[in-house]
Antibody, heavy 121, light 105 residues
Framework: QLQLQESGPGLLKPSETLSLTCTVSGASVTSNSAYWGWVRQSPETGLQWIGSIYHSGTTYSNPSLENRLNMFFDTSKSQFSLRLSSVTAADTAIYFC??????????????WGPGIGVTVS | DVQMTQSPSTLSASVGDRVTITCRASQSISTWLAWYQQKPGKAPKLLISRAFRLASGVSSRFSGSGSGTEFTLTISGLQPDDFATYYCQQYHLSSTFGRGTRVEV
């Protein structure tokens, strides 16, 4: 059974870089046609798609975040990661990693991690 | 960006009720629309994709319809486990979510 689990710091200061990792079990992050993504949720902005990464390593980001965002795999650990630079209070949110349904970078999110709360203060 | 507008924002209902939630897109998205259910402290759960396709394991109480700019999620025979917040998501042009509809007792 596919399981995803986010990990990373819960508290950052403004201008720091947020680094989050999603550990996947029950599937290979590099299996064919696999898309993985990040979504965040805050009371102010609701649910927001952050970006997605294809099994090949190709990424596609929300235009509003792409100049601060980097996503990559660590295949040896069955993980994919997010780095968001120059964070501000507006980046305070619950961050979810997820597996997309395989039809594209911005398709439906089939399976989700439980989420991790991140505060910028 | 394609803006997604859900209505109502809150809906009061009772067990057994038939409930309808509407999602409107700011431009046509064909049937590239999904619905999710979220309970407090949990991740969203996929219910429906392509506007009407029930996700695996989801109760047939849930149904979706619509195309273009107007979509509905219907819950037939509301059960206690269905009290939650429901979100629509368009994935035709990038990906954006509605602000949610809370179904409360």
């Amino acid at each position: 059974q596919l399981q995803l689990q986010e990990s990373g710091p819960g508290l950052l200061k403004p201008s720091e870089t947020l680094s989050l990792t999603c550990t996947v079990s029950g599937a290979s992050v590099t299996s064919n046609s696999a898309y993985w993504g990040w979504v965040r949720q805050s009371p102010e902005t609701g649910l927001q798609w952050i970006g997605s990464i294809y099994h090949s390593g190709t990424t596609y980001s929300n235009p509003s975040l792409e100049n601060r965002l980097n996503m990559f795999f660590d295949t040896s650990k069955s993980q994919f990661s997010l780095r968001l630079s120059s964070v501000t209070a507006a980046d305070t949110a619950i961050y979810f990693c997820a597996k997309l349904d395989g039809s594209g970078f911005t398709s439906v999110f089939q399976s989700w991690g439980p989420g991790i709360g991140v505060t910028v203060s | 960006d394609v803006q997604m507008t859900q209505s109502p924002s809150t809906l009061s209902a009772s067990v057994g009720d038939r409930v309808t939630i509407t999602c409107r897109a700011s431009q046509s998205i064909s049937t590239w629309l999904a619905w999710y259910q979220q309970k407090p402290g949990k991740a969203p759960k996929l219910l429906i994709s392509r506007a009407f396709r029930l996700a695996s394991g989801v109760s047939s109480r849930f149904s979706g319809s619509g195309s273009g700019t107007e979509f509905t999620l219907t819950i037939s025979g509301l059960q206690p486990d269905d009290f939650a917040t429901y979100y629509c998501q368009q994935y035709h042009l990038s990906s954006t979510f509605g602000r949610g509809t809370r179904v409360e007792v």
